[in-house]
């Protein structure tokens, strides 16, 4: 791929978007990092991101070495390895080593470190049993999750006051708002996956689980009611969408460029309305259906969609800030400048 000189932020997320389906992925991790080595971002702080990008985009196309080069410059450009933004790269690091062989007791130092960050960080528990599992050790993923969620259920037992309880028998728990469900939710549904995979029973916990995702649903869809979602479905996504779910087209539009001229026109009007730091949320047709299978429900139902899009939503990796600069490429990643594809969409 040929970079633009300098990269921005909206160029960063349409690469975390668009970056595998390219024709040269790895060159797309080579250049990410030539920018960040060459100071071509636009903002100096965004070089730990793009390294780490580079090195998802290595580890996935089954380049260890690579990665594992990325990942460790992705580290250093980080203020230090306690940085929040830095656990992603220290357990892709890790997963790495796992993959690479003969290393897996770095592997094992490095996420046992990250260990912690299951309590306070909501990313953490994906990204740290992703690594377990790639190293074979589902099983301490089901441990420490296990253990970080009787931490966090007993102190929020135990605060009680003001807090919500799901049932007069469960403990005290307090979800949080429907686009920021909080660590517990993420670790909760995270140990629940984990716990599949192994063929565990069904316990206390993952009826929890379950109870919280269906009180995120229902929490969601009052909040919402009939306003935008801000899902945003890629063009593939969205072919998809209407040919397993055509009742959707009422709701997303007929069309792709139906679908981005609602969307556009949203953002205007909550622009208008005073919001600000606005963004759309990448969805996917196999998110959407696992979420509603999840619960037995049917993915064109207003509740499983509102309950899919806060779960979408308080994941970073899936927000694509707006507006772009007039000039930068368009935030939908068809390639055309924003001026010359969804900006004149509000209008029409």
Not at 137 to 156: F, H, I, N, P, V
Not at 265 to 284: C, H, I, N, Y
Not at 287 to 305: E, W
């Amino acid at each position: 791929m040929s970079t633009k000189d300098v990269l921005t932020k909206a160029d960063l997320a349409e690469l975390r978007r668009s970056a595998l389906g390219t024709a040269n992925p790895l060159g797309v991790a080579a250049d990410l990092a030539e920018a960040a080595e060459q100071g071509r971002l636009e903002d100096p702080d965004d070089a730990g991101d793009a390294l780490t990008l580079a090195a998802e985009i290595a580890e996935i196309r089954a380049r260890p070495d690579a990665a594992l080069r990325y990942a460790e410059q992705a580290l250093a450009a980080y203020p230090s390895e306690d940085d929040p933004r830095a656990g992603f790269a220290r357990a892709l690091r890790a997963r790495t080593l796992f993959r690479a062989g003969g290393r897996d007791d770095e592997a094992m130092a490095e996420l046992t470190a990250l260990r912690p960050l299951l309590l306070v960080q909501p990313d953490a528990p994906a990204y740290v049993s992703a690594a377990l599992d790639a190293g074979g050790r589902s099983t301490t993923a089901e441990t420490w999750l296990s253990e970080a969620a009787d931490t966090l259920l007993g102190e929020r037992a135990a605060a009680g006051a003001g807090a919500q309880a799901i049932t007069a028998t469960d403990p005290v728990v307090e979800l949080g708002p429907p686009d920021a469900p909080g660590v517990l939710f993420f670790l909760l549904q995270q140990r629940h996956r984990v716990r599949r995979n192994l063929n565990l029973p069904h316990d206390r916990q993952d009826d929890l689980a379950d109870r919280l995702e269906n009180q995120l649903v229902r929490r969601a869809g009052e909040r919402r009611g009939a306003g935008s979602d801000l899902l945003f479905w890629p063009r593939a996504e969205f072919d998809r969408l209407l040919s397993e779910h055509p009742g959707l087209a009422e709701v997303y539009g007929p069309d792709w460029d139906a679908h981005r001229a609602r969307l556009e026109k949203e953002l205007v009007r909550l622009t208008g309305a005073g919001q600000s730091g606005l963004g759309v949320f990448s969805a996917t047709v196999a998110g959407l259906n696992a979420f509603a299978g999840r619960g037995d429900g049917d993915p064109t139902d207003a509740a499983i969609r509102a309950g899919y899009a806060a779960e979408v939503s308080a994941r970073p990796s899936a927000r694509i800030p707006w507006p772009p600069e007039r000039n930068d490429a368009c935030w939908c990643g068809s390639g055309l400048k924003y001026k010359k594809d969804c900006l004149p969409r509000s209008r029409s």
